[in-house]
């Protein structure tokens, strides 16, 4: 059994006990909030704990002694999430829902270049590869959305979000936040169809970063990297939920 069937496997467990609604569909919500929001920007570097941002998403209370600028992420973060689950209203993703949550998670770090694609060129250190021309960028980002719409139900769910997450990373559009845009874009396609999000712990920083510089060339390890995130948070919603789990996965 692959990697992929055993995630269909559970989703079709999962399923059997959807709709998640009311309290029990907020409390999921609220749980992956924190969760997703303090790994992605621990990814960054962030320097609040889990915990800590938790008291202040849930709290709002700030944590003595961290930069502004790590407040400022994860509240900006927690607001692009949030605009993420509008997402489901409908099976699309667009640019204009890209520029909509970098606005959102970078408006109180920079104004002026919150939802604006950089004017600059930038080089990404430990990688070997470029990143888009600043002239390049406005029509690779439509080619890239083009693609959605085009190519989307040829690939395994997962696999398509992975792909999401790696073409826009590549393009590179903005000035700062890429990596937690192109993980918000991927958790998105996830949840459209159904799927559980794609969690990635800062331990596993190092192997995500060398399969995504690795996936210029080969990215079915990074494919399958992803695959296993979203395995993990099948089997974590299991658990919070008390399914059973099934003994041929």
């Not at 609220?30 to 889990?50: F, M, Q």
């Not at 949550?101 to 770090?109: G, S, T, V």
């Amino acid at each position: 059994m692959t990697i992929y069937e055993r995630i269909d496997r559970l989703k079709s467990i999962i399923d059997e006990h959807r709709p998640f609604e009311g309290d029990l569909l907020n409390e999921i919500k609220g749980y992956y909030r924190i969760g997703l929001t303090w790994s992605s920007n621990a990814l960054e570097g962030n320097t609040l704990t889990e915990s800590e941002t938790k008291v202040l998403l849930e709290d709002g209370l700030t944590v003595g002694g961290k930069p502004l600028r790590d407040t400022f992420e994860a509240l900006g973060h927690a607001q692009a999430y949030d605009f993420m689950f509008t997402l489901l209203r409908s099976r699309k993703i667009s640019e204009a829902d890209v520029l909509t949550m970098h606005r959102m998670f970078y408006k109180d770090i920079d104004a002026a270049a919150a939802g604006q694609y950089r004017t600059r060129p930038v080089i990404i250190t430990g990688s070997k590869y470029a990143v888009s021309k600043v002239e390049r960028i406005q029509a690779e980002m439509e080619q890239l959305f083009q693609w959605v719409v085009e190519e989307r139900d040829k690939y395994h769910p997962v696999k398509f979000a992975a792909q999401l997450h790696k073409r826009f990373v590549f393009i590179h559009p903005f000035i700062d936040g890429n990596g937690r845009i192109s993980r918000l874009l991927m958790n998105a396609a996830l949840i459209q169809d159904g799927y559980m999000l794609a969690v990635i712990p800062p331990i596993l920083r190092q192997e995500y970063i060398s399969l995504l510089e690795r996936s210029h060339k080969d990215d079915q390890p990074f494919n399958d990297f992803i695959a296993e995130r979203v395995l993990e948070s099948e089997k974590e919603i299991m658990r919070l939920l008390h399914i059973p789990f099934p003994k041929t996965v």
